[in-house]
DNA sequence: TGTCGCGTCAGTCTTTTGGTTGATCTTAAT
DNA sequence: ATTAAGATCAACCAAAAGACTGACGCGACA
């Protein structure tokens, strides 16, 4: 019994790639390609394969989380394993919590992804090693929930902007902006600008 | 007559996708993988590949950079084509300096890769368009240079760090690290920490 | 109908930061 | 031998940032 895969991602060499390390085995049979999410909901909602494997991130549209949150409300809903570069805490929890079966990380030998996809066919969830102990940190101490607003408000820390020009760019008092510093700063646990700019990048908060 | 390419990239899947992708035209012939600078060396002083197809980074060991440096210096030197997923203005500059053929990024078409290699074969220099303009940019305003102190200063700033944190790390008083903020601030023509941590993120400076 | 979170704002106070000027010392270049 | 550049430090000043306290309106929710 083969295990039918879609893959998804954005760039064409690292499909073909894909494409390679898979067609080497029996085991899977790579059913679909496509470069954008909004491609793979609907292609795999036509040809419903067993495990979609899906880039976090993918160029222009939609992401990897969203993607996935589609691909699992389909019925049947493919098993979604997410490969990926990068180790970012926010955004493997963000897929987990999506449905995602589980993660890898692309610089790991073709083996592990033949292995990953059999375990995530089977149900079970995948983690690369690298990535379990960020995890579990991640779940042991979830980063508080900002605000719309505190999350505008870091995200223009994060350009180098003062609070006057925040406040200007906001439409708001500088007092304001003062005050939704305070806030971010008490939720990340940090005591400055650039700490909280630091964290919220280090953990992929934005 | 074929043109010899080596493939240097840490990630299997993506030189399975590269091999794939060259393998499927007969006028470029893949004679090597490596996965690392140090590796890609060696071999290519033994196996004297036409165009070196370089990841700018290679995790853990020597970058895309120092390996393209390294790779001109050999004799025959191979035309090397920097392949990446990003586009930050330093290294783009600092991979041409060292003797990059050019750059692609990684989300081009297979057509597009193939006839990079063939154009660096010829001794072109092969610019992604989407790089052009920024390239041209960077050399109408250079970053300036800063000193080896002035980077470890600002490294530090980008995490957070206060003056006097900076200043207890490198065993100076903080007015030597403000004297040294004072200079990088200058060069960089920014007028607070958190800009120039922005900019130097921004540009690739650290 | 409270009350709770959120966004908004004010005032005060301390600390940090950034600008300026100028100085010493070392090392490298000319 | 002189110069130039880099790293180090000092003292002073103004601006910005951050800590604290308190307040008001609004919508959601129970």
Redesign the interface.
């Given at each position: 019994m083969t295990i039918t895969v879609l893959l998804v991602d954005?760039?064409?060499?690292?499909?073909?790639?894909?494409?390679?390390?898979l067609d080497a085995v029996d085991i899977v049979q790579v059913i679909g390609e496509s470069a954008t999410g909004e491609e793979a909901i609907t292609l795999a909602s036509q040809v419903l394969p067993d495990v979609v494997l899906c880039d976090l991130r993918l160029?222009e549209g939609i992401d990897g989380i969203q993607t996935t949150a589609a691909l699992r409300a389909l019925n049947p809903a493919p098993a979604v394993l997410i490969l990926t570069?990068f180790d970012r805490d926010a955004e493997i929890l963000g897929a987990i919590e999506a449905g995602a079966a589980g993660y890898l990380l692309?610089?790991?030998?073709?083996e592990a992804?033949i292995d990953g996809i059999q375990r995530a066919a089977a149900g079970d969830t995948v983690l690369a090693p690298e990535l379990t102990a960020r995890v579990i940190k991640g779940m042991r101490s979830p980063l508080p929930k900002l605000t719309d607003r505190e999350v505008e408000v870091l995200r223009l820390?994060?350009?180098?902007?003062?609070n006057k020009e925040i406040a200007r760019f906001l439409f708001v008092t500088e007092a304001t902006v003062k005050s939704h510093l305070v806030h971010i700063f008490r939720k990340l646990g940090?005591d400055?600008?650039?700490?909280?700019?630091?964290?919220a990048q280090d953990t992929g908060l934005i």
């Amino acid at each position: 019994m083969t295990i039918t895969v879609l893959l998804v991602d954005d760039h064409p060499v690292v499909r073909s790639g894909l494409r390679a390390v898979l067609d080497a085995v029996d085991i899977v049979q790579v059913i679909g390609e496509s470069a954008t999410g909004e491609e793979a909901i609907t292609l795999a909602s036509q040809v419903l394969p067993d495990v979609v494997l899906c880039d976090l991130r993918l160029g222009e549209g939609i992401d990897g989380i969203q993607t996935t949150a589609a691909l699992r409300a389909l019925n049947p809903a493919p098993a979604v394993l997410i490969l990926t570069t990068f180790d970012r805490d926010a955004e493997i929890l963000g897929a987990i919590e999506a449905g995602a079966a589980g993660y890898l990380l692309k610089d790991v030998a073709p083996e592990a992804i033949i292995d990953g996809i059999q375990r995530a066919a089977a149900g079970d969830t995948v983690l690369a090693p690298e990535l379990t102990a960020r995890v579990i940190k991640g779940m042991r101490s979830p980063l508080p929930k900002l605000t719309d607003r505190e999350v505008e408000v870091l995200r223009l820390l994060a350009t180098g902007s003062t609070n006057k020009e925040i406040a200007r760019f906001l439409f708001v008092t500088e007092a304001t902006v003062k005050s939704h510093l305070v806030h971010i700063f008490r939720k990340l646990g940090v005591d400055s600008r650039s700490r909280a700019v630091h964290l919220a990048q280090d953990t992929g908060l934005i």
